[in-house]
């Protein structure tokens, strides 16, 4: 319903000329009259969504950007102003530096895996005649588990001696070690994460005809290379999205290290958000915790942007996105 | 190639075929380990919690220990509050705006469909500290309305909406508006039914988001009256350091669990069925 289309477009030969702008500037008028009224409809019906969101995400994102300028932490009595000081001390700060690191090391881990098992579970329950539910329940059900339930229950299978894999070494203490540690972590995530991303493959795989299969059956292809020629490239949409959500979610995932490590030992498993959280409430530095979560926004952010770009890319192949 | 090899091959293939289905099977169970294991200890006495081996008649006895240890039934109080009155809230929202995205042409209609996706991407979780301080400022701290408040619009769900009013046809609301029902009675009566499917895909995805919300929570609550479950759940199993209460911090997480996982196996189907056809991709 573009206005465009509600107004006479082509002079029509043999009609008054004035008449015909008349009504052209008459149907404009009514068209542009009738879109403002429906402008006004829609930002009412936006409007509880818009105030929340106002609220409680834009206008906090400002403010942590404004906090990030000012010397605030329990040495000051009142903040002061300091400019960018915050940022060009976070590049010199060792702690921040290897939260960065070991945030791009569980994305840059975990998405892969996870995706690549959530593809190999999707495809195998799709297989799967009979017990389909319990297969289901055993891939899915990390989802619907607290992180800090997840944390609790891992910390009975990486306990050193008692735990579950004392019973196959008692001296692994991955959790305890500098360099395992965060691999042990990401172990966890992998688990709670690849069942959520399946959801996403079993709702794309519906999409796939099964004519296409059998065809290719009929031309010898192995299930190996039906997955390689029909299922994989045909899942590359759910794949786009599922990599965005997952990429975002290895910046979000915090809670288990709570229970599991406290970023520790040293920082050794310690990411932006937890980071964040300690700066903020455990040594009450406002500005760092603002200027660290800026970095943090702004890394979302940029992966918002990929995802645009691909989408407006994608636009110029296919009308209908 | 001859008979004999394409035969050859083809028992290769289906050797292969077992190889890897047999593969996954060993990865399910993998997989499901860490809920067995918290089931048989929550379930198990206490004295046997540490033997992997040991076998024993279930019992309640752990349960029991953590009900009398900890105020559990004040934290699922909070937490079925604070689950049920975001998504009420939310539910209204999401129709409204969702409907607004997908049938009005209307000024300004990207730039705000762009602030949405934007919160889908930030997500308040990452403001806690902006928002803490802002929740300081309205007096809301150690609030369940506190920790409730920032989630109430919701991006995810908006998209939802839309994606299935969008594969709505519009006809329908046509007649309704012919038959002169006004826009508040079309949306309740014309779109609500459709979208049930969505709400229930929605739901789910939104309950289980706040039943296991942790970090917003952990900032907000002081006292021990306002925490949810998860929060519950952290500070009753960081009270025990060493692994010999491990049946207790079981039996607990186990409460925890229990009520979501409840839900997905009593709605997979629908819920299955609802996240492959409305739109979440």
């Known amino acids: 319903m573009d206005i465009a289309m509600k107004i006479p477009q082509k002079r029509v030969q043999g009609q008054d000329w004035t008449l015909q702008r008349e009504e052209y500037r008459v149907g404009l008028k009514k068209a542009i009259r009738g879109k403002w009224k429906k402008t006004l409809i829609a930002w009412l019906l936006l409007s509880p969504?818009?105030?929340?969101?106002?609220?409680?995400?834009?206008?906090?994102?400002?403010?942590?950007?404004?906090?990030?300028?000012?010397?605030?932490?329990?040495?000051?009595?009142?903040?002061?102003?300091?400019?960018?000081?915050?940022?060009?001390?976070?590049?010199?700060?060792?702690?921040?530096?290897?939260?960065?690191?070991?945030?791009?090391?569980?994305?840059?881990?975990?998405?892969?895996?996870?995706?690549?098992?959530?593809?190999?579970?999707?495809?195998?329950?799709?297989?799967?005649?009979?017990?389909?539910?319990?297969?289901?329940?055993?891939?899915?059900?990390?989802?619907?588990?607290?992180?800090?339930?997840?944390?609790?229950i891992w910390m009975f299978i990486y306990t050193p001696i008692y735990g579950l894999l004392g019973y196959i070494n008692p001296n692994w203490r991955f959790l305890a070690d500098g360099k395992t540690a965060i691999w042990?972590?990401?172990?966890?995530?992998?688990?709670?994460?690849?069942?959520?991303?399946?959801?996403?493959?079993?709702?794309?795989?519906?999409?796939?005809?099964?004519?296409?299969?059998?065809?290719?059956?009929?031309?010898?292809?192995?299930?190996?290379?039906?997955?390689?020629?029909?299922?994989?490239?045909?899942?590359?949409?759910?794949?786009?999205?599922?990599?965005?959500?997952?990429?975002?979610?290895?910046?979000?995932?915090?809670?288990?290290?709570?229970?599991?490590?406290?970023?520790?030992?040293?920082?050794?498993?310690?990411?932006?958000?937890?980071?964040?959280?300690?700066?903020?409430?455990?040594?009450?530095?406002?500005?760092?915790?603002?200027?660290?979560?800026?970095?943090?926004?702004?890394l979302l952010l940029i992966i918002t942007c990929i995802k645009f770009f691909h989408d407006d890319r994608k636009a110029y192949y296919n009308e209908t996105p | 190639m001859n008979s004999f090899t394409q035969k050859h091959t083809l028992q290769w293939k289906k050797v292969g075929t077992a190889l890897l289905k047999g593969l996954m099977f060993l990865m399910l169970f993998i997989n499901a380990i860490p809920l067995l294991w918290v089931?048989?200890?929550?379930?198990?006495?206490?004295?046997?919690?540490?033997?992997?081996?040991?076998?024993?008649?279930?019992?309640?006895?752990?349960?029991?220990?953590?009900?009398?240890?900890?105020?559990?039934?004040?934290?699922?109080?909070?937490?079925?509050?604070?689950?049920?009155?975001?998504?009420?809230?939310?539910?209204?929202?999401?129709?409204?705006?969702?409907?607004?995205?997908?049938?009005?042409?209307?000024?300004?209609?990207?730039?705000?469909?762009?602030?949405?996706?934007?919160?889908l991407m930030i997500a308040p979780e990452v403001l806690i500290l902006p928002n803490y301080s802002l929740m300081v400022k309205l007096g809301l701290n150690d609030h369940l309305l506190g920790i409730m408040l920032p989630f109430f619009a919701s991006a995810m769900g908006t998209?939802?909406?839309?994606?299935?009013?969008?594969?709505?046809?519009t006809e329908l609301e046509e007649a309704a508006r012919v038959d002169g029902a006004n826009l508040p009675q079309i949306l309740g009566k014309v779109y609500v039914p459709l979208l049930l499917p969505a709400y229930l895909s929605f739901g789910m995805i939104s309950a289980a988001f706040q039943w296991n919300n942790f970090l917003w929570p952990l900032v907000m609550t002081d006292s021990v009256s306002k925490r949810p479950l998860s929060l519950g759940l952290a500070m009753f199993a960081m009270s025990y350091e060493t692994g010999a209460q491990w049946s207790d911090v079981s039996a607990a997480t186990f409460l925890v669990c229990v009520p979501l996982l409840a839900l997905f196996i009593i709605f997979q189907r629908q819920f299955m069925d609802s996240f492959m056809h409305s739109g979440i991709k």
């Open chain 1, 49 to 152: 969504s818009l105030i929340f969101l106002t609220v409680f995400t834009i206008y906090p994102i400002a403010q942590s950007f404004i906090n990030s300028l000012y010397k605030d932490n329990l040495s000051t009595l009142k903040p002061v102003f300091q400019g960018f000081t915050n940022y060009a001390n976070l590049l010199k700060d060792k702690a921040f530096l290897e939260c960065f690191w070991n945030n791009l090391l569980v994305a840059v881990v975990t998405v892969p895996c996870s995706i690549g098992l959530a593809v190999a579970f999707a495809v195998f329950e799709k297989g799967i005649k009979r017990g389909k539910f319990l297969v289901r329940l055993g891939f899915i059900y990390p989802t619907f588990i607290p992180m800090v339930a997840a944390a609790n």
């Open chain 1, 184 to 298: 042990a972590v990401m172990a966890m995530l992998i688990w709670k994460q690849a069942g959520y991303i399946m959801l996403f493959y079993m709702s794309g795989l519906t999409g796939i005809s099964k004519e296409m299969y059998e065809a290719a059956k009929i031309d010898g292809a192995g299930s190996f290379q039906l997955f390689r020629l029909i299922t994989w490239p045909l899942l590359a949409p759910t794949t786009t999205y599922v990599f965005i959500i997952a990429l975002t979610n290895a910046y979000k995932m915090v809670d288990h290290l709570y229970i599991m490590t406290k970023g520790g030992p040293g920082n050794a498993t310690n990411v932006l958000l937890f980071y964040i959280y300690q700066t903020g409430f455990d040594y009450w530095d406002t500005g760092k915790a603002s200027a660290i979560t800026v970095v943090l926004v702004g």
């Open chain 2, 39 to 119: 089931i048989r200890t929550a379930f198990i006495s206490q004295d046997k919690a540490l033997d992997l081996f040991a076998v024993g008649l279930p019992t309640l006895d752990n349960f029991k220990r953590v009900l009398a240890a900890a105020p559990f039934g004040k934290y699922y109080g909070n937490t079925l509050f604070i689950t049920i009155g975001i998504l009420l809230v939310q539910l209204v929202f999401i129709t409204l705006a969702g409907y607004a995205f997908a049938r009005i042409d209307f000024y300004g209609s990207r730039l705000l469909f762009i602030l949405f996706l934007s919160q």
């Open chain 2, 159 to 169: 998209l939802i909406v839309r994606q299935t009013i969008k594969t709505i046809p």
